[in-house]
């Protein structure tokens, strides 16, 4: 039985934020790398929990094949996402 796994523009869509916030918030708290070649990629804790999925992508510049990593997002990674979002948006209103 195979888990659907949703890319990181179609959890930002669900969630109701935008592609690169969620991004930038995903590095901010560690689940994904944040420079380099693995940048964007899933960090191996994210992995390990079951949170976030890596794939292996290429695609071609002339006559060189060029691979990196992409992440994709598990349904538990998505609840994890929500609470986060949840909890920041509960920190701000607190603090205002």
């Known amino acids: ?18 592609k690169n916030t969620l991004l930038a918030r995903l590095r901010t ?13 899933p960090t191996k804790a994210a992995t390990e929990q079951g949170l976030l999925h890596p794939k292996l992508t290429a695609y071609h510049r002339g006559p060189v094949c ?8 598990t349904a ?3 609840v994890w996402m929500q609470d986060l979002l949840d909890r920041e948006a509960a920190g701000t209103a607190s603090a205002s």
């Open 76 to 78: 538990k990674g998505l």
């Open 1 to 18: 039985m195979s888990e659907t796994k949703l890319t990181l523009t179609q959890a930002a869509r669900h969630l109701g934020i935008g």
């Open 29 to 41: 708290a560690g689940w994904l790398h944040s420079t380099g070649a693995m940048r964007n990629a």
């Open 66 to 73: 060029i691979q990196h990593p992409t992440s994709l997002v």
